[in-house]
């Protein structure tokens, strides 16, 4: 039901509080500062030593998240693989390997495949999937549903929101088995509990978003640029935009501009930088700072109680300050409305982009 919003998309993206709320439903357990996912007794007593995350298209960016949270609070080494090119690869997996099939629709032609392959090498599967009782989700046996409701819109918002904060969930769980303290799980618990509303206040940009957009609105390219937890998220801004909007976007290590793609930069070039991961804040000033001595339009999203972007940036979008493995999180939203004004504006259909479909069910 679309209620007052004209667009799924649109309602998709103010779903995200309720969506958050539901994945995190029951799972946080403050008494022994872990989280409970129930999925994750079929494992019994196996312990991974390594995780392969398979995925496609969003919940690809999503799995790039995840080997961040994977490997700084359970050191558990991950690997995120484009499904399509893992099942082609002769791939090794080791016994104590642990499969992640991550998708919204559980009916990827792509993922299903890469999952069979891997269980034939002997993997032991788990599924993040959204869609209750799908092919993916049956055939790994065990996994954790990412409750985040029926998404219409072919753009995957709430589904990527709750994809990271499912495996920010499961990392909680391998860290607290591999020597995370109490202090750091609960710091953890906190800060996911405030998430839903923290998400409530980013939304209360849409306006402002909405206003930005009409002067980019005639752009050709747009570039989004990030670090650490944020290059993915780079990533996934410009593939929204790509989906719906038809302007062709790329998603960069802000580092990488100066190997080579520093020379797209005009004035005609607009650049959305996700900056609130305070460790690496100076770095990404600095890489804009180089951005902005040649002239680019830039677009900043950063922490509201930091103002260091405000004299480099042409427009600063500022977001709820909250824990560096928690802000991009709330970093998508704004990358999300920018995608999506900018497609209404430019007269797409934003739920039905043309050659797309929600399912891709041919590999
Ligand atoms: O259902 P899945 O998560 O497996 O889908 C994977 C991709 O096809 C999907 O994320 C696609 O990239 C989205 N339309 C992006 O918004």
Redesign the pocket.
């Known amino acids: 039901d679309l209620g007052d919003y004209p667009h799924y998309m649109l309602k998709e993206i103010y779903d995200q509080p309720q969506a958050v709320r539901n994945a995190l439903g029951g799972r946080l357990l403050p008494s022994e500062a872990t989280v409970r996912l129930a999925g994750l007794t079929e494992l019994g007593g196996f312990h991974p030593s390594r995780i392969k995350i398979l995925?496609?298209?969003?919940?690809w960016h999503a799995g790039l998240v995840g080997k961040t949270y994977f490997e700084e609070l359970a050191r558990i080494p991950t690997e995120v693989e484009y499904a399509s090119e893992f099942r082609y690869r002769n791939a090794v997996i080791e016994p104590d390997t642990l499969v992640i099939a991550?998708?919204?629709?559980?009916?990827?032609a792509d993922?299903l495949a890469g999952l069979r392959e891997s269980k034939r090498r002997g993997a032991t599967p788990l599924g993040l999937v959204n869609v209750v009782g799908s092919t993916i989700a049956r055939e790994c046996g065990r996994g954790i549903y990412l409750r985040a409701g029926v998404e219409f819109g072919?753009?995957?918002t709430k589904?990527f929101t709750n994809q990271l904060v499912t495996l920010l969930m499961l990392s909680i769980h391998f860290g607290r088995q591999r020597g995370m303290s109490i202090r750091q799980g609960l710091e953890l618990l906190n800060a996911l509990e405030e998430l839903p509303t923290l998400m409530e206040r980013t939304l209360e940009l849409d306006s402002k978003i909405h206003a930005i957009s009409e002067e980019f609105a005639d752009a050709d390219n747009f570039l989004y640029i990030g670090r650490a937890l944020e290059y993915p998220i780079a990533l996934e801004g410009a593939?929204?935009l790509k989906?719906v909007s038809y302007i062709h976007a790329e998603g960069l290590p802000a580092a990488e501009l100066k190997h080579g793609p520093i020379a797209l930069i005009t004035p005609e070039m607009p650049i959305v930088v996700t900056a609130t991961q305070s460790f690496i804040r100076e770095k990404v000033a600095s890489n804009v700072q180089e951005i902005r001595a040649r002239g680019g339009r830039i677009i900043v999203i950063v922490s509201e109680e930091n103002h260091e972007f405000d004299r480099l940036a042409d427009h600063v979008i500022a977001i709820p300050t909250a824990d560096d493995l928690i802000s991009p999180i709330l970093a998508t939203v704004p990358t999300q409305f920018l995608a999506y004004h900018l497609a209404v504006l430019r007269g797409c259909d934003v739920d039905q982009p043309r050659n797309?479909a929600?399912?891709?069910t041919v590999e």
């Open positions: 995925a496609c298209g969003t919940s991550m998708s919204q629709s559980g009916e990827t993922t072919v753009a995957a589904s593939l929204k989906e797309l929600k399912s891709v």
